[in-house]
């Protein structure tokens, strides 16, 4: 079956530690997102890749590093310097056409704890 | 002002009644609109999009109004398993321009 993958569901870090979430997708979707929900937040965009080998900063990406080398995977970093690193991350995926019916897939997320 | 806003919160239902949710959004030049689930800890899923007459999926409503700037979701003879977080999703355009709103809790009692 298709859809995106993402590891782990949750991750306990401790302060001053980088990590990296991982995000696959097999639906050959050109465009992948990472997204950011805190509780009482809508959610935020930290970075998106519309082809390989190319990423934009979303409204969020202080403290965060992408890279898109392959189509299928779009992995995020968690870095030191970002201050308040615990929360649920969402990684999504879409085509233009199906952005523009505002189908954006998602994975199942995972939940990053910093101790 | 917020670029979408949803009122949180909690609507408490019984099973049957009809609810209804609106979201308002600030920027006019928003192009399509779409309403999202979502579950206790889980991934947002789309429930319906949201087309300028009004569109209809089973006991689910949704309309926009464009002169006042807001969607809206009816439900119709809530079921306990409507109990869910619903988002409003606007796009003004362009991949970075999706932007969701908080969400509105909605609880199915028995």
């Known amino acids: 079956d298709g859809g995106i993958t993402q590891s782990p569901k949750y991750l306990f870090r401790k302060e001053g530690q980088n990590v990296t979430l991982s995000c696959e997708q097999n639906l050959n979707h050109d465009a992948m997102y990472w997204y950011r929900q805190d509780p009482g937040q809508g959610l935020r965009l930290i970075y998106y890749?519309?082809?390989?080998?190319?990423?934009q900063k979303g409204d969020i990406a202080e403290g965060y590093s992408v890279s898109r080398e392959k189509k299928e995977s779009f992995p995020l970093t968690v870095t030191s310097a970002q201050k308040n690193p615990t929360a649920f991350y969402l990684c999504?995926?879409?085509?233009?056409?199906?952005?523009?019916?505002?189908?954006?897939?998602f994975g199942e997320g995972s939940r990053l704890t910093v101790l | 002002r917020k670029e979408v806003e949803q009122d949180p919160g909690p609507f408490n239902v019984p099973e049957g009644a009809t609810v209804a949710f609106n979201c308002t959004y600030s920027n006019s030049a928003s192009q399509s609109f779409f309403w999202y689930r979502q579950d206790c800890r889980k991934e947002p899923k789309l429930l319906m999009s949201v087309y300028s007459s009004g569109n209809e999926d089973g006991r689910f409503t949704a309309q926009l109004n464009r002169a006042s700037q807001y969607i809206s979701l009816l439900i119709r003879d809530s079921k306990l398993s409507d109990s869910a977080t619903y988002l409003c999703?606007?796009?003004?355009?362009?991949?970075?321009?999706?932007?969701f709103g908080t969400g509105t809790k909605l609880q199915v009692i028995p």
């Open positions: 890749s519309q082809i390989v080998n190319d990423f």
């Open positions: 999703v606007v796009n003004s355009g362009g991949y970075q321009k999706v932007t």
């Open positions: 999504a995926s879409s085509t233009p056409g199906r952005l523009n019916t505002g189908e954006l897939f």
